[in-house]
């Protein structure tokens, strides 16, 4: 594939070459209009489960865990196939994320998943 994944938090200002815009979160961004949060798509099953979810943000020094967690979740899933499949339609993909952690949330695995199958 030959295209490019990107990530933004969904607060950052839009802008034209975010391209296609996924937001890879399962609950919607609080104070967010559809509108100002300019989504193309919104893959709520491609997030960590509310239970991995919530047990990350009681502990969040618990990251290698996490990542672990969540590549076992998501490994060989329907959504994980779907998912792929919709950022290769598109030459420069964005995953939007609302977590306020640039470095540790689960839109950096998603992208980490994707170079590992040829996505990038």
Known sequence: MNNTI????VYEKYSKPDGFRILVDRLWPRGL?????HVDLWMKE???SNELRKWYHRDMSQWLLFRKKYFAEIKGSTA???FAGECAK???VTLLYGSKDEEHNHAQILVEVLKRSGGE
Request: net charge positive; proline share 6%; no cysteine.
């Open 46 to 48: 491609i997030a960590p």
């Open 6 to 9: 990107q990530i933004k938090r």
């Open 33 to 37: 209009t559809k509108d100002a949060a």
């Open 80 to 82: 994980l196939a779907e």
């Open 90 to 92: 598109h030459k420069i």
